[in-house]
């Protein structure tokens, strides 16, 4: 089916993490961490559009929405600021108006079944009162968009009540129809079909979808409305959302950039450092391989790969990870090659005689076989155990005691060893280890050194292991704008990250 819509270029892009986010199990963000959102997402990333919140939920909300409003007005971008809002009787118009807002996406029915079941209203007492709320919001000056919540299937089973409300709609003034997958059912080949139906009624209507992900489905089902015309589609940061989550923003913006002929006007190298943030506020962290934010993704581990990129990029397709602020990574383990050694030496700028490399390739792959995970920066105490040579230390941790109270804050006083000087330092903490790392940190400014900043830490401990079992911590640092990961292993945990530390330390 030809799309009925491509009069424009460009896809708006509207984020409801802040409000469909927060429907995340066990998430929930305070006022100033959806202010810190709100402004990455318009300022870095240049989204169009933020649905920063739900009328009448609670005052931590109501406090939340009005100090975005009020900073959106002073920006210049307070109609890009919309807010959910119910058909209440205009309560919810009502809320929206107090707080400042100037426009109010109406929570409605999109199929028959949840209008006669759950409203318990036939489908004319539903459109009355629907069109009733626009009036009222239109005369207070707010913009409305309309949500057809549980389109798709009103689609499937009852298209002559979706044809009909969209068709009363059109004649109100409202700004955009919303259209949900509200239980992630649809597939590419539906979407589609049913668009095809709307916009061959209703081409001049200007429509949003919002998908969400209960098959993986998601990202397909909003590419096909992007090629039928689709106006604009709702994205959460990392696909935060109900059940299985919504549509990502990573996902969906290089997917469009790359599959289709139109385009957003999201910063693709903000994409990052927009995932990490609302990682460590939400505390959901993304799986591994979540195409272009995961951890792993930018990751080469078959050295027949490592191989063919040092050859001639043979495999990279267009996401490079250049276009996001990152950069290649080759893993070391029991599939590595030659290739792959040397890839992680060069970022090393280490050089070895082709002999030792073939040894230090052959006690990759044995450590690799016991699952032991290691990256570049192991990379040295391998050679050096190799040449059954000591590794050269600037700096050993010769001593540490760590005391932690119910009381107190935690204490830490380290003793290191700097070259040929000792050198001793107290700090306390909000953690044993944040107190250890402080103290080190006091150390190293004596001998006018910088500690490199933690980016994250990581432990490891094997399924079903007993109290004794050895931990495996993994910790990433920014040291002059280049990441470095060191791991430790030991039985005990902080003692496990204080390895990783000194390793780091080495390194640097």
Known sequence: MKPKNTDKTYVEILDT???????????????????????????????DRLEIGSARVSAGEETAVREILTWAEHKGCLESMEILGFVDGGKSIDWVKSVGGTVINLLTKGSLHH????????????????????????????????YLEDWSNGMANSFAYVHEYIRRLKDLPVRRIMLPDTLGVLDPDRMTTYLGWLYESFGRVTFDFHGHNDYGLVTANSLAAVKMGINGVHTTVNGLGERTGNQSLAQLVVSIHDMTDRRTRVVEKELLHASELVQSISGKRCAWNSPVIGSDVFTQTCGVHADGDKKGNLYANLLLPERFGRSRGYALGKMSGKASIDKNLEELGMELEPEVRAKVLQEVVRLGDKKKQISATDLPFIIADVLSAPMVSKFKILDYAIESKSSSAPKAAVKLQYQDEVIESKASGDGGYDAFVKAVRKALRLKNLTMPKLLDYEVRIPPGGKTDALVETTITWLATNRTLVTTGVDSDQTHAAIIATEKMLNLI
């Open 17 to 47: 993490t802040l409000r469909d986010g927060e429907q995340t199990p066990g998430v929930a963000f305070t006022p100033a961490e959806k202010m810190e959102i709100a402004k990455l997402l318009i300022q870095r990333l240049k989204v």
């Open 115 to 146: 209008c006669q079941v759950q409203l318990r209203k036939t489908p004319e007492q539903h459109y009355n009162e629907v069109a009733a709320q626009i009036e009222y919001a239109h005369k207070l000056g707010i913009t409305v968009n309309v």
